[in-house]
C-alpha cells in the first residue's frame, strides 16, 4: 500500500522532474551512503509487519565497524523474504508472458452447448493469456525453435475454463505416458546440461527418430510455425477433440482454433538467431509495447463441430492428438473473439502464479478419450502445488474464479478464505451452507465405455506418415525450402550419424526430394531406406492452404514495425509523410540513428531517435526504410552496424525503401547490382504511398534462393 502511493505521487511528474526532486532530497550519512527520508510526498517504508523503518541502509552492528546483532529484526526479515523469493519455475513452458482480456460471445451456440458464456451473443467474459515456449528455462530466449504454448483463462459465470493450448494443433506423443521421456530428452542434457532451448542436439532427435507418431509434429516444428513474429501473429489451438453438451445432454465433438486478427506471421532462422542476441525479450516486448499503445490484439474463437457420423468417417481417429482435421474438410466456424487489452500489473503474481488446468471446464464443456487429454487432466493439479507451494491455488487472486463460488475446502498453506461460522461438511442439519444442485451442476457426458483392462494403442492411432506428408505438400516452395533447411540444421548438431540416418530414413515416408535433400546436404554418401512404417503413407490427401503460413499473410502492415535509419539532414517531408502513412496503416516505426540522442532533419526540426544503430539492427523490423542524408551518409557508410542492418534486411528478404543519399550503403552492403521489387527507392510523397502498399506482402521469398539465406535451403532432386 504505501509503495503504491508513493509510485502514484511519482507518476504525475515526469520522469525527468522526478529524479531532480529525489536527488535534492537525499542526504549523506556519515559513512557517505545517501539517505531518502519519507516527506509529505513519501510514505514511510515499514517492515512487513507495518512497524516503521529507520534506516534501510545499515544494518545494526556494534560500533561502526563492529560485528552485526541478531536482534536486527529489520535485516533478518527482509534478507529471509528475499532468500524466499523463487518459486520452482514450470517444469515445461517455463518462460511464457501473459496479459489480461475479455471474451466476447458473438452469437448463442445454446443448440450445441448449456456453457453459460455461449448463450448470449455479446457477452463479455474476463480472460488471462499466457503466451509460452516449452523447452527453455525461465530466462532463456523468446525466438527458440519450439511450440508455442497458447493458454487461455476465461472467468465464466460458472467457473474457470482453461483452454490450454498450443500455436501447433497436433502433439508429439500420442500417449500421457511418454510425456516426461520427450520433455527429457529436448531439454538439456542431464551431464552436460546443455543446450538450452533448443532441440538441435543427440537426446532429441534420438527419442524423436525412435517416436515414429511424432513426424507429423516434427514437420510443424521445423516450419516456420516454430519461430514466430510475435505472439500477436500465430494461431492457437486446443489440440484435442472436446465435447460440446447442451441441455438436452446431447454431445457435439469440438475442436478449438484461435484465429489471429492480424494474419500469420514468422521469421527466418537465420533472423530468429540474430534477434535472441539483439533482444531476447523480442515476443514479450512486441506484447507489452502492443497492449500499452492501445493496438491490442485480438484473435477470433472458431470451431470445428462434428458428430459421432463425421467421426466414423473421417480418414483418422479423433482421439488420435497427432492428427488434425483438415478445414477443407471440415470449415471452422467464428463464435466468439478474445481480446488482450491489459498487461498485469506485476508480473510474478499474475504471470508466474498462474495456474492453467486442463480440468478446469464448465458445465457444458466435455472431455473425449483421447489419451493424451486424459493424462492432461490428472498432470496440471499436481504441477501446480509443486510449484505454488499450496493446494490454496485458487486464493491467489488471478486463479480465483470471478463468479459466486463456496465449498468446504479449508485450511492448508496460505489459507486466505475458511469457511465462516460453525459449518464445514454437507450434509448437515444447521440449514447453511452450500447444497448440490442436480440441475445446475457439471454432469459428466454419460458415454458408454466398455473393454479389457490393458495397456492398449488403437490401431487407428498407426498412420504416422500421411499427415506429415499432407503438411509438407501444403507449404509454399519457400516454406518447403525452410522445413528442409530446419532439418538439416538441427540434425547436423546431432553427432551420432546413426541417429541423422534414422531421421532421414523417416523422411522418406513422408516425401522423397526433403528426404534426398536433407539427407545430401547432411553429407550421405548413399540414402538410407524409408523407416519400417506401419502403415503405408496415403498419397491420395490433398494439399490444405490453410496450413501455410505465407498462404494466410495479413495483406497489410498492419501491427507491424518499420525500422527507419537516418542521420542528421534526414528529407523532412518524405520523413513526416512516411511517418503519417504508418500511423494511418496502424503500424508503428523506430528512428535508427548514428545517436541515442536522435538527427536534425532537413527543415531544422529535431528528430528523436528510438536506437542507435547497433542497438537497433534490422532484424527487430518487418522491413527497413534507408533515408541518410548526402551529407550523413559519409559517417555511417563504414560502419560495419549499418552494412550489417542492409545486408541482413535483404538476406531475411524484407522490403528496403532507400533515397539516392544511401546508394554508397546498398554498395557496400552488397545488394546495389541486385536490387529486385523489394528494394525500392524512395524521391517523393507518392512512393511513398505505394512502398506502404508493398509492405503488406512482408517479404519477397522470392529473393531467397538468391541470396542462400541456408544453404541447405535448395532442393536436391
Ligand atoms: Fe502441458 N503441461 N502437458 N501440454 N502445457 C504444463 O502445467 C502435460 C500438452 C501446455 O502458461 C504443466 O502449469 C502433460 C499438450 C501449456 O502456465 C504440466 C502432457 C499441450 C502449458 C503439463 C502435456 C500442452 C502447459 C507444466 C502430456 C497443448 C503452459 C506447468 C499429456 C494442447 C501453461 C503447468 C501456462 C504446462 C503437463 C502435453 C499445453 C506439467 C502430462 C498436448 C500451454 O502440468
Known sequence: MAKRTSKNASAAKSNAEAAAIH??????????????????DSPVLTTAQGGPVTDDQNSLRLGARGPLLVEDFHFREKIFHFDHERIPERVVHARGYGAHGYFETYNSL??????????????????????????????????????????????TREGNWDIVGNNIPVFFIQDAIKFPDIIHSVKPEPDSAFPQAQSAHDNFWDFISLTPESMHMIMWVMSDRAIP?????????????????????????????????????????????????????????????????????????????????FADKFDFDILDPTKLIPEEILPVQPVGRLVLDRMPDNFFAETEQVAFMTQNVPPGIDFSNDPLLQGRNFSYLDTQIKRLGSTNVTHI?????KCPFQHFQ??????????????????????????????????????????????????????????????????????????????????SKVKTPVIRERMVS??????????????????????????????????????????????????????????????????AVLLNALTAALTKEKATFEIIAPKIGGVTASDGHWVEAHQMIDGGPSVLYDAVVLFPSADGIDDIVQEAAARDFVADAFSHCKFIGYSEAATPLLEKAGIAGNIDGGVIRIASVKDVRAFIGDLGKLRIWAREPSVKLSKASTPVK
Open 397 to 401: 487472486p488471478i486463479n480465483a474464479p
Open 110 to 155: 445454446a443448440a450445441y452447448t448449456k456453457a453459460d458464456i455461449f448463450q448470449r451473443a455479446g457477452e463479455k467474459t474476463p480472460a488471462f493469456v499466457r503466451f509460452s515456449t516449452v523447452a527453455g528455462s525461465k530466462g532463456s530466449f523468446d525466438l527458440a525453435r519450439d511450440v508455442r504454448g497458447f493458454a487461455v483463462k476465461l472467468y
Open 506 to 571: 523417416h523422411l522418406f515416408n513422408i516425401d522423397e526430394t526433403l528426404a534426398t535433400t536433407v539427407g545430401t546436404r547432411l553429407g550421405f554418401k548413399t540414402m538410407p531406406k524409408p523407416a519400417d512404417a506401419a502403415m503405408p503413407t496415403r498419397q491420395d490427401l490433398e494439399p490444405s492452404p490453410a496450413l501455410s503460413i505465407v498462404e494466410n499473410g495479413p495483406k497489410r502492415f498492419e501491427g507491424r514495425k518499420l525500422g527507419i535509419l537516418a542521420t542528421d539532414g534526414v528529407e
Open 229 to 309: 513474429r510475435s505472439f500477436r501473429f500465430m494461431e492457437g489451438f486446443g489440440v484435442h477433440t472436446f465435447r460440446l453438451v447442451n441441455a438436452k445432454d446431447e454431445s457435439t465433438f469440438v475442436k478449438f482454433h484461435w484465429k489471429p486478427k492480424l494474419g500469420l506471421q514468422s521469421v527466418a532462422w537465420n533472423e530468429a538467431v540474430k534477434i535472441n542476441g539483439a533482444d531476447p525479450d523480442y515476443h514479450r516486448r512486441d506484447l507489452w509495447e502492443a497492449i500499452k499503445s492501445g493496438n491490442f490484439p485480438e484473435w477470433e474463437l472458431c470451431l470445428q463441430l462434428f458428430d459421432q457420423d
Open 23 to 40: 536527488d535534492q532530497k537525499m542526504q549523506r550519512g556519515e559513512g557517505g551512503e545517501l539517505h531518502q527520508f519519507a516527506d509529505a
Open 410 to 491: 479449508q485450511d492448508g498453506h496460505m489459507a486466505m478464505r475458511n469457511p465462516v461460522g460453525r459449518v464445514n461438511y454437507q450434509p448437515n442439519s444447521w440449514g447453511e451452507g452450500p447444497r448440490e444442485s442436480p440441475t445446475q451442476g457439471f454432469r459428466h457426458f454419460a458415454s458408454e465405455e466398455q473393454g479389457p483392462k490393458a495397456r492398449l494403442r488403437p490401431e487407428s492411432f498407426a498412420d504416422h506418415y500421411s499427415q506429415a506428408r499432407q503438411f509438407y505438400i501444403s507449404q509454399t516452395v519457400a516454406e518447403q525450402h525452410h522445413i528442409s533447411a530446419a532439418l538439416t540444421f538441427e540434425l
